[in-house]
């Protein structure tokens, strides 16, 4: 803080007229002085003061370059631009810390919650981790998640739901898995990186609907409404005036028929309790006509 200049008073000389005048230019100059330094105080030159009222301190322009503040409570703090580049908020039991487009928040030793923002991949974060510190639940904006664990729900809209992991699936390895999508409910196989669908439910567009179950050799396959089947598999077919029962790849060898009523069996033989059917009525007739014949003849 500046010092004052005003000179200490001369003794008095008796004259009270020349007394009087003194103190009075001595006084004048004590004033001005005064109102100088109190109008141009600023942090560069006040270095102590037992106690500054905040009432009487104008804060529009303030730098402080280090400040000791024993307790500061929120409802006193406004912020308008905080730099993040690293803020620690810790206690006993864990820490929170920001860190540029980070929050993450930790026990003793992991992180178990991290939401972030990487501007390399211009990608949103969410997640959890467990003990392991592996993610149990992950969420990006993209809409992509992963849940390890059990998901309880009343209703689960989804176009395509598949019972395996995505490493397995994206290379055919995932074994015997389901398939819900917008053509049907469907069971794979995946063998020596061919994926087979063994069992299906699905319904064309045309309304015909298709029950196939599958346990072909693979060899060949046959896409039977737009999903691709091994021959050999046992295909149960509803159309608008039929049923029918039949092998991938095979004429139907059953046929039901709605409108009339009737049972269609087709294939070169038709065993009943296996007993060759058409082979016997063929027999038959053969006796029937070789009787005719001879009572002809007779005649």
Same mark, same amino acid.
């Not at 029962?245 to 294939?267: D, K, M, N, P, R």
């Given at each position: 803080?500046?010092?004052?200049?005003?000179?200490?008073? =001369?003794?008095?000389?008796?004259?009270?007229?020349?007394?009087?005048?003194?103190?009075?230019?001595?006084?004048?100059?004590?004033?001005?002085?005064?109102?100088?330094?109190?109008?141009?105080?600023?942090?560069? !030159?006040?270095?102590?003061?037992?106690?500054?009222?905040?009432?009487?301190?104008?804060?529009?322009?303030?730098? $402080?370059? !280090?400040?000791?503040? @024993?307790?500061?409570?929120?409802?006193?703090?406004?912020?308008? !631009?905080?730099?993040? !580049?690293?803020?620690?908020?810790?206690?006993?039991?864990?820490?929170?810390? +920001?860190? @540029?487009? =980070? $929050?993450?928040?930790?026990?003793?030793?992991?992180?178990? /919650? #991290?939401?972030?923002?990487?501007?390399?991949?211009?990608?949103?974060? /969410?997640?959890?981790?467990?003990?392991?510190?592996?993610?149990?639940?992950?969420?990006?904006?993209?809409?992509?998640?992963?849940?390890?664990?059990?998901?309880?729900?009343?209703?689960?809209?989804?176009?395509? +739901?598949?019972?395996?992991?995505?490493?397995?699936?994206?290379?055919?390895?995932?074994?015997?898995?389901?398939?819900?999508?917008?053509?049907? +409910?469907?069971?794979?196989?995946?063998?020596?990186?061919? %994926?087979?669908?063994?069992?299906?439910? =699905?319904?064309? *567009?045309? @309304?015909?609907?298709?029950?196939?179950?599958?346990?072909?050799?693979?060899?060949?396959?046959?896409?039977?409404?737009?999903?691709?089947?091994?021959?050999?598999?046992?295909?149960? #077919?509803?159309?608008? *005036?039929?049923?029918?029962?039949?092998?991938?790849?095979?004429?139907?060898?059953?046929? /039901?028929?709605? =409108?009339?009523?009737?049972?269609?069996?087709?294939?070169? %033989?038709?065993? +009943?309790?296996?007993?060759?059917?058409?082979?016997?009525?063929?027999?038959?007739?053969?006796?029937?006509?070789?009787?005719?014949?001879?009572?002809?003849?007779?005649?």
């Amino acid at each position: 803080m500046p010092n004052l200049t005003a000179p200490i008073p =001369s003794k008095l000389t008796g004259d009270n007229e020349t007394d009087i005048k003194m103190l009075k230019n001595w006084g004048t100059a004590l004033i001005d002085e005064l109102s100088f330094i109190i109008n141009n105080l600023d942090a560069g !030159n006040v270095s102590e003061a037992a106690e500054v009222k905040a009432e009487n301190i104008n804060t529009n322009n303030a730098k $402080i370059t !280090n400040a000791q503040i @024993g307790v500061l409570t929120a409802d006193k703090l406004i912020a308008g !631009n905080i730099n993040t !580049n690293n803020v620690s908020v810790s206690d006993q039991n864990g820490n929170l810390e +920001i860190n @540029g487009s =980070s $929050i993450s928040i930790s026990d003793q030793d992991k992180v178990r /919650f #991290k939401a972030a923002y990487n501007p390399d991949s211009d990608l949103f974060t /969410f997640a959890l981790y467990n003990d392991e510190g592996l993610p149990t639940v992950y969420i990006n904006s993209l809409g992509n998640a992963i849940f390890s664990g059990m998901v309880n729900s009343s209703e689960i809209y989804s176009s395509t +739901i598949i019972g395996t992991d995505v490493a397995s699936y994206e290379t055919n390895s995932g074994g015997v898995f389901p398939a819900l999508d917008q053509t049907g +409910i469907k069971i794979y196989q995946d063998e020596n990186s061919n %994926r087979l669908q063994k069992l299906g439910m =699905s319904v064309g *567009d045309d @309304g015909t609907a298709y029950m196939v179950l599958g346990a072909g050799d693979g060899s060949t396959v046959t896409n039977i409404n737009g999903v691709v089947y091994s021959r050999g598999s046992f295909n149960i #077919k509803k159309e608008t *005036d039929a049923a029918s029962l039949g092998i991938v790849g095979t004429t139907a060898f059953i046929y /039901f028929f709605q =409108s009339t009523q009737e049972l269609w069996l087709s294939g070169d %033989r038709v065993l +009943i309790n296996g007993r060759d059917v058409l082979s016997e009525i063929d027999d038959i007739k053969d006796r029937l006509s070789a009787l005719e014949q001879g009572g002809s003849t007779q005649q």
